[in-house]
């Protein structure tokens, strides 16, 4: 019988730990998940890559505790696309509209990743994110121009001025020798 009953106890304490680990390998975070928590009507403009928001937000770990927040400050200005934020909170941004409160919890690999944030975020921790939209403003032609035609422009322009240079720097030194050329014709009939 007390073979039977150690033998129950260690199946239990098996089991449970087997539980531990199943629900601990759970808890680990691999995508980017956004709850949305209140959404206005009507929420006709939502925000894409490019536009400026301004958001109030908390940072905690996933155990709760808080690493930063912006509601005692002035609220966090984030132009998408700029990368000013984690990766994470700038993905979970997109597609939202002002007034709009969401919740993003971060996987590490679009936080901090292995190294964290010392002391405050250890490294592989995943971040969860109270967000409220306060406003959206839409990037304007001007600014769609600069973000995305003009880096493609400089990109032709450099090899084109290089290009350049490198014909005149040509031609000055075939003039260069043509003049060598006239005066060393002359300095042999003298």
């Given at each position: 019988?007390?073979?039977?009953?150690?033998?129950?106890?260690?199946?239990?304490?098996?089991?449970?730990?087997?539980?531990?680990?199943?629900?601990?390998?759970?808890?680990?975070?691999?995508?980017?998940?956004?709850?949305?928590?209140?959404?206005?009507?009507?929420?006709?403009?939502?925000?894409?890559?490019?536009?400026?928001?301004?958001?109030?937000?908390?940072?905690?770990?996933?155990?709760?505790?808080?690493?930063?927040?912006?509601?005692?400050?002035?609220?966090?200005?984030?132009?998408?696309?700029?990368?000013?934020?984690?990766?994470?909170?700038?993905?979970?941004?997109?597609?939202?509209?002002?007034?709009?409160?969401?919740?993003?919890?971060?996987?590490?690999?679009?936080?901090?990743?292995?190294?964290?944030?010392?002391?405050?975020?250890?490294?592989?921790?995943?971040?969860?994110?109270?967000?409220e939209v306060i406003s959206v403003s839409q990037q304007t032609p001007w600014q769609?121009?600069?973000?995305?035609?003009?880096?493609?422009?400089?990109?032709?322009?450099?090899?084109?001025?290089?290009?350049?240079?490198?014909?005149?720097?040509?031609?000055?030194?075939?003039?260069?020798?043509?003049?060598?050329?006239?005066?060393?014709?002359?300095?042999?009939?003298?």
């Open positions: 019988m007390k073979f039977t009953m150690k033998s129950s106890g260690l199946l239990l304490l098996i089991a449970a730990l087997t539980c531990r680990v199943a629900l601990a390998e759970d808890s680990v975070v691999e995508e980017l998940q956004v709850e949305t928590l209140v959404k206005p009507d009507p929420c006709d403009v939502l925000s894409v890559m490019g536009d400026t928001l301004q958001i109030h937000y908390m940072g905690k770990l996933l155990d709760g505790k808080v690493i930063d927040t912006s509601l005692s400050r002035d609220p966090l200005v984030v132009e998408l696309g700029k990368r000013t934020v984690i990766i994470g909170l700038e993905q979970s941004l997109v597609g939202v509209c002002a007034g709009q409160k969401i919740k993003a919890t971060i996987p590490a690999h679009l936080a901090y990743g292995k190294k964290g944030y010392p002391p405050t975020i250890p490294g592989d921790a995943a971040l969860e994110f109270e967000v769609n121009m600069v973000n995305n035609v003009f880096p493609i422009v400089c990109l032709a322009l450099v090899p084109t001025l290089l290009g350049l240079v490198g014909l005149y720097l040509y031609k000055k030194a075939a003039q260069n020798q043509c003049k060598k050329k006239a005066k060393d014709k002359k300095s042999k009939k003298k």
